[in-house]
């Protein structure tokens, strides 16, 4: 078992490492270094586990001063069976707090905690989806409450629009093979006989970052190809009547120096009916 100064020389150093690095990120910060979404995910998972680190390390450092305050007390002959389980009571104390730190950042993840973890990593977002929106041009709402699982909410207003943002549903194209997961905004306008003119979808919940981005483009592009989509280009995809396009959009500001993969990023999926 650690000593006393041995623990708390742990402790001591995981608390500085702490504070060292959080001094260095306000400085870079300060400094005008941008944050790219790589480097805010590794700052996050690298602080949660250095705070793990500290509540572990405190535990030894607690037994070793409560244990230690009962022999200057003169009651380790006393409670000499307790003595004996120091090293059972730590690992008791570690398990507990080993589960408790896997709930608590499976539920923080979930929460968004990290930020998108589709758009960092470039796989999918954990947040569970609300169901499948199924959309194509020419239905009617109660079209497209009769084949989705998704809740589409309510009617459309005056506008002839619907329209949420802030969820997470998978969309698919009606009629087609093709699943876009993770999606968090979509808006849907409908004509004056009110069947759907115009959908557009979001297919990024966040932003990600330009590598993430080209490579959800790509993947997307070659699956759309694999399900029958006809490409007039790299963004445009025809199937029958439909007329699918990819777009992509920076969401923060341009900076001097910047590069195509720079910044932040959201792609979207539009479908309208192809003109003749």
Not at 85 to 91: A, D, E, G, M, N
Not at 166 to 195: H, K, L, M, W
Not at 208 to 234: F, H, M, N, V
Not at 235 to 258: C, I, N, P
Request: charged share 15%.
């Amino acid at each position: 078992m650690l000593s006393l100064r041995t623990s708390f020389l742990v402790f001591a150093g995981i608390f500085v490492l702490i504070a060292g690095l959080a001094t260095l990120g306000n400085f870079a910060q300060a400094s005008g270094v941008r944050s790219e979404a790589w480097l805010s995910l590794t700052s996050k998972i690298v602080f949660i586990g250095l705070a793990v680190a500290l509540a572990f390390a405190f535990v030894p450092l607690m037994v070793n001063v409560v244990f230690g305050a009962q022999s200057a007390l003169g009651n380790e002959a006393r409670l000499a069976p307790l003595f004996a389980l120091r090293v059972t009571i730590i690992w008791v104390l570690w398990t507990l707090m080993g589960l408790g730190s896997i709930v608590g950042v499976a539920a923080a993840a979930l929460s968004g905690a990290f930020g998108d973890l589709r758009g960092s990593l470039g796989g999918h977002g954990l947040a569970p989806s609300q169901g499948l929106l199924v959309a194509g041009i020419g239905m009617t709402i109660a079209d497209l409450r009769h084949a989705s699982t998704y809740d589409i909410g309510p009617d459309a207003g005056r506008y002839r629009t619907i329209s949420a943002d802030e969820t997470r549903f998978d969309f698919q194209p009606a009629g087609t093979p093709s699943v876009f997961r993770g999606c968090d905004a979509y808006f849907i306008e409908f004509d004056e006989a009110g069947r759907t003119a115009h959908i557009h979808v979001s297919l990024v919940p966040g932003t990600i970052d330009g590598p993430a981005l080209q490579r959800l483009l790509s993947t997307t592009e070659a699956r759309l190809r694999s399900d029958g989509w006809t490409a007039l280009d790299r963004y445009r995809f025809v199937r029958g009547h439909t007329m699918l396009a990819l777009s992509k959009q920076r969401m923060d500001e341009w900076h001097e120096g910047d590069t195509a993969d720079s910044g932040d990023w959201n792609a979207f999926v539009d479908l309208l009916a192809v003109a003749h």
